[in-house]
């Protein structure tokens, strides 16, 4: 990470942001073992739900919005 990181240097404990932005492309990936278990808690229950129910159903898509939505919530709270 550069030195002008506003989360601090990387070593640094409980300062390094769950999320960071991939090395190249578009979007963003777990840089820590929290992030990690972050996503791991959120798709589980979406790759329970598809196993059960169709794409399409209503419970079904109330899992995967947390699942989007959970993840840009932390990384806009770590921006601050």
Do not use: E
Request: charged share 10%; aromatic share 12%.
């Amino acid at each position: 990470m550069p030195d002008n990181d506003p989360f601090g240097p990387a070593g640094a404990p409980g300062k390094r942001p769950w999320f960071g932005p991939r090395p190249f492309g578009i979007g963003y990936r777990p840089q820590t073992w929290q992030g990690v278990l972050v996503t791991v808690i959120l798709l589980l229950p979406v790759v329970i739900l598809a196993a059960v129910f169709k794409p399409h159903s209503p419970v079904f898509i109330l899992a995967v919005v947390p699942a989007v939505v959970v993840p840009y919530i932390i990384i806009a709270i770590q921006r601050r």
